[in-house]
């Protein structure tokens, strides 16, 4: 199967031009459906099938390239278009075909009388080929395309709808915002690929990270190499001060939520840095960098989820929270760690998103969770399939999340010292917090909605297969990264199938010191008792007694308003950035020098032109005697000058 890797790529390529060329004349939603998802599940069984073979195989042999073309050849620079099947690529490929295929068939429900049905189809088999061509290339120029298909798919899919009103705007303005501040953080990375070239004198992933080990280079180039790089990861995976672009596409359909912006493309920016390890483990300072960037994002977007009431909005503040968690573990150093919270987010978060779209399908498209209420008894298998997801995401014990969110507090603390611990696990206490908020309003206590306008029901099986599926996972996904005071003699073996690839990063990335399982258990006790008793509190509050609620909103008002308008950076992005852009733009680009001194130029040669015209054209009288006149008079003049000249 490895060497036909390539039909997990070409596969949704193919769905792509089917139900995008033809696809509103096939007219049938489960036609198109079928072929949308088929298409997708193909491409998760070649996947399967690489990664079963690839595990056969001995440890230094799992590493294979597909060479398919040569794509540029030119003074030197050759660009293969290849793909690089390895330990890492394939357990993206596998999130992203996996999860990939259970959103596309949630989508067939969810989307049910869209007038752009086979459009929706149509874009998201166009995004699972971009980012199967990110997670493959076995170079940066490949993994670039894929990166900027990503974004693509990101503006068609966010604007979806793009003629609904969105807050203040619609979606195509949301669209617009993402499309734009992406391109900001492209633009990074785009000089980090330049520098690697100039580097390095080459492209391929197996030459620059070989080369970044022997060669003997300065870690000054290292660090702006990496640095760039990681401009682009902050704008593809929502990080500060680029994330503000992640909250606002949730203007899209919830399945747009789910695959793009929790399970596949926004790990995009971690799937890089965890590739280039190699490169960034040369640049210790660039890694603190990340790994502060991370945490910070983490808690500052956990507290902005916390007062939030829109159900898809807080999700995405959750989205950005874990983001952040991921890119503290690489920053740390723990580069597994962070691939393997992007496996286990990856099922957790997608059912959280499709389990919102299920309410909201419900809830006839109402989105404020302070307007739901009770619907456990409605919605059964959504409540608890969400229940599991909510529980995984504040790393309830035994659940997918626990174990991941664990190893990363723990190489947080191992690797970064103590206050890196001491904020992951208070942001994990208020992920846990906002969580059960959303669950408490959203399924428990006493019911909001005006039952006149609001009918709450269960969804049909179509959406509800693809939640008990994700559900399955978000309980036993962690299962393969059991820490190793554990799993005892096998160790950790979601970090050990890992380890080949990180292996030449590890020997460059500075340790703390030792430290004991005594510790570890402790530290993972601890954060499990702040989880259990956010939960509770949550619960408590939410479903027993609200007016505690209220008092602290009340005491704290200024704080909840900071907290409620986001810190207001949206607002201050548009004072200082956008408003002095347009009107530099209008006042000076366009009223000034484009209309006063470039317009003024040409409009003033051609009114020059026009008034020595109209005085030449004078001479043409049309009397033929003047002209011979004329004539007599210059022959004359050029007699005259010819004799005095001599």
Request: charged letters at 10%; a neutral charge; one cysteine or more.
């Amino acid at each position: 199967m490895i060497n036909y890797i390539y039909l997990a790529v070409i596969f949704p390529l193919i769905g792509f031009l089917i139900n995008g060329l033809i696809g509103k004349k096939i007219k049938n939603e489960i036609i198109i459906g079928i072929i949308g998802s088929s298409t997708v599940g193909l491409s998760f069984i070649i996947s399967l099938g690489a990664f079963l073979q690839t595990l056969s195989l001995p440890v230094d042999q799992r590493a294979n390239t597909v060479e398919l073309f040569t794509w540029l050849s030119a003074n030197g620079l050759n660009i293969k278009f290849a793909y690089l099947v390895d330990q890492l690529s394939l357990t993206m490929s596998l999130i992203v075909t996996g999860v990939g295929f259970l959103i596309h068939v949630y989508s067939i429900g969810y989307m049910h009388g869209d007038r752009g049905f086979w459009r929706f189809f149509a874009y998201l088999n166009l995004f699972i080929f971009s980012m199967m061509n990110l997670v493959l290339g076995d170079n940066f120029v490949v993994l670039f395309l894929g990166w900027e298909g990503v974004g693509l798919c990101s503006y068609l899919l966010i604007g979806f709808w793009y003629d609904k009103k969105f807050e203040k705007s619609t979606t195509a303005d949301a669209a617009k915002k993402a499309f734009i501040v992406n391109r900001i953080g492209d633009f990074g990375f785009l000089l980090g690929i330049f520098l690697i070239y100039l580097t390095f004198d080459s492209l391929n992933f197996n030459e620059v990270f070989s080369k970044a080990q022997s060669l003997s280079i300065n870690e000054t180039t290292f660090s702006l190499i990496a640095l760039f790089l990681f401009i682009g990861a902050t704008g593809k995976s929502a990080q500060i001060p680029l994330y503000v672009w992640l909250p606002d596409a949730m203007a899209g359909p919830t399945p747009v939520s789910a695959l793009i912006h929790a399970a596949t493309m926004v790990t995009a920016g971690v799937y890089m840095v965890s590739r280039a390890s190699i490169l960034f483990a040369s640049a210790p300072a660039i890694m603190m960098l990340i790994a502060v960037i991370g945490l910070l994002t983490a808690l500052f977007a956990a507290s902005i989820g916390l007062v939030q009431n829109d159900i898809k909005k807080v999700l995405a503040y959750s989205t950005i929270s874990q983001l952040g968690y991921m890119f503290l573990a690489a920053g740390v150093g723990a580069f597994s760690a962070s691939i393997f919270h992007v496996m286990t987010h990856a099922f957790f978060k997608a059912l959280l998103f499709l389990g919102a779209g299920s309410v909201i399908h419900g809830m006839h498209n109402e989105q404020n969770i302070q307007n739901y209420g009770g619907l456990k008894k409605y919605m059964p298998k959504t409540y608890a399939t969400f229940l599991i997801a909510a529980l995984a995401i504040s790393g309830f014990p035994g659940l997918s999340g626990f174990f991941s969110k664990d190893e990363i507090l723990w190489y947080a603390y191992a690797n970064g010292g103590f206050i890196f611990w001491l904020i992951g696990a208070l942001t994990a206490m208020l992920t846990a917090f906002y969580v059960f908020r959303l669950f408490s309003l959203t399924f428990l206590g006493n019911e909001r909605f005006d039952h006149h306008k609001f009918h709450p029901h269960e969804s049909p099986p179509v959406m509800t297969i693809p939640l008990i599926i994700l559900a399955v996972l978000s309980v036993i996904g962690g299962y393969v990264g059991i820490p190793e005071i554990f799993s005892g003699e096998n160790g950790n073996l979601f970090e050990n199938w890992l380890a080949p690839v990180y292996e030449p990063a590890e020997q460059k990335i500075n340790h703390y010191g030792f430290h004991t399982h005594t510790q570890e258990i402790l530290l993972m006790t601890i954060s499990v008792i702040l989880a259990l008793s956010a939960i509770y509190f949550a619960l408590y509050v939410y479903t027993k007694n609200k007016n505690i609620a209220e008092n602290i909103s009340n005491r704290f008002r200024k704080f909840y308003n900071l907290l409620f308008n986001k810190y207001y950076v949206d607002e201050i992005y548009d004072a200082v950035i956008v408003k002095p852009i347009v009107t530099g733009s209008e006042k000076v680009l366009w009223k000034f020098t484009d209309s006063f001194i470039i317009d003024g130029i040409v409009n003033g040669i051609a009114k020059i032109i026009a008034i020595i015209s109209e005085s030449i054209r004078k001479i043409q009288t049309g009397i033929a005697q003047l002209y011979a006149l004329v004539i007599v008079a210059g022959i004359a003049a050029v007699l005259l000058w010819i004799i005095f000249t001599l």
